[in-house]
């Protein structure tokens, strides 16, 4: 009987061992098809977020109330910044004596088909405003407030060293928007008569590069700290994204002068 018992133990420990071993290799085959997921979800909202790259970087503005009239003007920096973060990608928009924004994170909804801005307020508040860009303007709106006024911003990219952002609202009951006010911004480090030139890419997003770093006797540029610190983080899994989007490119383009050619 007590080797009975024993074998009996033997087995269930056998036993306990083989089923944990299972689960453990179960968890493991799980979690690289959540990975694989949740990476894939992050490059679709990266990709939309991509058009928003030559908003990256710092920016000189001045704000007006009333267009082309300097009262009530004030003078303001900006810095939009790339966050890829585990738990969320975005592009981050910091502001400095601004009389209409402390910051804002842009992100897209892939469900809604719709950018998102949730902005916090000079007086420390939140407000969210969604939205979708046509051509150079991304025009984001407000949820009506207990007041059913409806806020409105619009961020209109002229070129790659001019960019305005208006900000503007509705009341209850009106159609049409009425301008609160515009900043027009200018990035820092340029002037608008110098003639705009070419560079490198960020590796992350495709961005315009303004800084480097070298890996493996390698030479990789970011737009900006965000990219620099995503790269940082896992550098051979950036690097493998990257080439493996220059390639789908590199096919694209080959089947489209195929296509072309016939």
Known sequence: ????????????????????????????????????????????????????????GGWRGVGQPVRNSNKGSWSETAEWIW???????????????????QSALLTWDPKSKEFELVATLPDSSQRTYRGTN?????????????????????????NEKRTLVLFQVRAKGQQQFNRVAEVGYTREGTKLADEGVGGP???????????????KGTTY?????????AFMDDPDTIIAQAEAKAAQKKAAAGKKAEKEKS
């Open 1 to 56: 009987m007590k080797r009975f018992l024993q074998s009996v133990v033997v087995l269930s420990s056998v036993s306990c061992v083989a089923w944990c071993a299972l689960a453990d290799d179960k968890a493991k085959s799980d979690k690289p098809d959540a990975d694989s997921s949740t990476q894939a979800a992050r490059e679709v909202i990266k990709d939309a977020l991509a058009e928003f790259n030559p908003l990256v």
């Open 83 to 101: 966050e890829l973060k585990k738990d969320h990608v975005g592009i981050s928009y910091a502001v400095k004596e601004g009389k209409q924004l």
């Open 134 to 158: 046509a051509g150079n303007k991304l025009t984001l709106q407000s949820s009506p407030d207990d007041a059913g006024i409806v806020h409105q911003i619009v961020v209109t990219q002229l």
């Open 201 to 215: 890419e960020c590796i992350v997003t495709g961005g315009k590069g303004t800084m480097s770093t070298v890996y």
């Open 221 to 229: 540029w970011f737009c900006c700290t965000g990219c620099r610190d």
